[in-house]
């Protein structure tokens, strides 16, 4: 049996795909961009994006072209892409911001008139449907992360279309993966009930500003430090995973961990229960979606398809940076903000810049990504801070849905 088949099999039968096991999501996009990209190819995606993507691409040594994006969700808007670019991208990766979908039934369309390879970041996006098909069985191939969902601190898998690729995937993981330390997996066992012990203590704001304090987050920012000069000599090494390693596991150290039994089983169980987290994130995303600070897209989608199970809700919000501070208070610690874009973060030298950048800056500093799951604690937090919801001050078109009509703005 290959390595994490039960997981496999059961992540399979949601998605109606072939599925290989994997540590993390970030393995699994590595994973896909080597079997279908050759070094060099030029990969077109959303600047607001969690870094360690950016990474992942770089290391798989292809060049990141950044995509002009919608203002509303932070997704690739594909109508404002130049015909330039697309004649000269070579895969297009897709992100499900927060799991709002990309407008997938048009990247598909145009990565097929090119003959190009659509690769979905489906990390934050399990439960995501667009017109009734599961985000992750638009493309080539699609990644999932066990993470960001039934509150796991390790796990995914990678979505293929048939069973040769699969198999295929399973021997290109493996060659990947590193021994497992019992120490790592009794971590990840156990982080997942001390998260939520410290929730329930009401312990949040004194952990995290202990935390703070001691230095043991891996980013004093948004983003994680660039190291620019150390960054620049990785190239020659690149393709290379051992290579942009140190920037990779920030987060999740064993993110090609060949975990054991113990975690596995854990994980499992916790899969076992992804339909009831679904629910309640929906509950979630419904009351949110009530309120003033809620990006229009999503709005206008839940018209169509009834609230989704998101992983955030994007909210949007004047003085952003203010209030995630003052969120800390409420005992609320507001994670994946992707901001500044990545070619404001990296540089020409590492990406190639959106030739309009002015929706990513806009979405990226004004989002604030509210967990579903504390929906109400986050809806009295922001009424309390006397939080104002923020729009674009110049005109910009109305969220465009993939395929359905959009609805009037209202407001
Ligand atoms: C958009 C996105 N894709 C992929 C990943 C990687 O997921 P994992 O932590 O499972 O590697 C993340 C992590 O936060 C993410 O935000």
Redesign the pocket.
């Known amino acids: 049996m290959p390595y994490g088949s039960r997981l496999a099999t059961m992540m399979a039968r949601r998605l109606g795909r072939e599925c290989v096991y994997m540590p993390?999501?970030?393995l699994a996009?590595y994973v896909a961009l080597r079997r279908w990209c050759r070094p060099g190819a030029r990969v077109l995606m959303s600047p607001v994006?969690?870094d360690?993507?950016l990474f992942v691409v770089l290391a798989a040594g292809l060049r990141p072209v950044q995509a002009p994006v919608s203002v509303w969700d932070g997704n690739i808007d594909p109508a404002a892409v130049p015909e330039s670019t697309w004649r000269n991208v070579d895969a297009v990766l897709t992100?499900n911001?927060y799991g709002m979908p990309d407008r997938v039934v048009e990247l598909r369309r145009r990565c097929e008139e090119l003959g190009i390879p659509l690769f979905e970041?489906a990390?934050?996006a399990i439960g995501t449907h667009v017109d009734g098909q599961p985000i992750g069985t638009f493309g080539k191939a699609a990644?999932f992360?066990l993470?960001?969902h039934v509150a796991a601190t390790a796990g995914?898998f990678l979505a293929v279309e048939d069973a040769r690729s699969r198999r295929e995937l399973e021997l290109l993981r493996d060659d990947l993966l590193v021994p497992r330390r019992l120490r790592g997996d009794l971590a990840v066992t156990l982080r997942p009930l001390a998260r939520s012990g410290v929730r329930g203590l009401h312990l949040v704001r004194p952990v995290w500003r202990t935390m703070q304090r001691l230095g043991v987050l891996e980013r004093d920012d948004f983003r994680m430090a660039l190291h620019a000069p150390r960054l620049s000599g990785c190239a020659r090494e690149a393709p290379s995973l051992a290579a942009y390693e140190p920037w990779i596991r920030v987060?999740?150290h064993g993110?090609r961990a060949r975990h054991g039994a113990l975690v596995r089983g854990q994980l499992a169980v916790r899969m076992a229960g992804l339909d009831d987290d679904l629910a309640r994130r929906r509950a979630g995303v419904s009351l949110l979606s009530g309120t003033a600070w809620t990006s229009p897209a999503l709005r206008d989608r839940a018209t169509y398809d009834g609230p989704r199970p998101l992983f955030r809700v994007p909210l949007l919000v004047r003085d952003r940076d203010v209030l995630v501070e003052r969120l800390v208070r409420h005992g609320v610690v507001s994670g994946?903000v992707y901001d500044p874009p990545l070619d404001d973060y990296a540089g020409a030298e590492f990406v190639e810049p959106s030739p309009d950048p002015s929706a990513a800056r806009w979405f990226a500093s004004h989002v604030l990504p509210a967990d579903p799951l504390l929906a109400r604690k986050i809806t009295n937090a922001l009424t309390r801070e006397l939080a104002a919801p923020s729009r674009p001050s110049v005109p910009v078109p109305a969220p465009v849905p993939d395929t359905a009509p959009p609805a009037p703005l209202g407001q």
């Open positions: 993390s999501a970030r996009l994006n969690d360690v993507i992100t911001l970041d990390a934050h990644a992360s993470s960001k995914g987060d999740l993110f994946y």
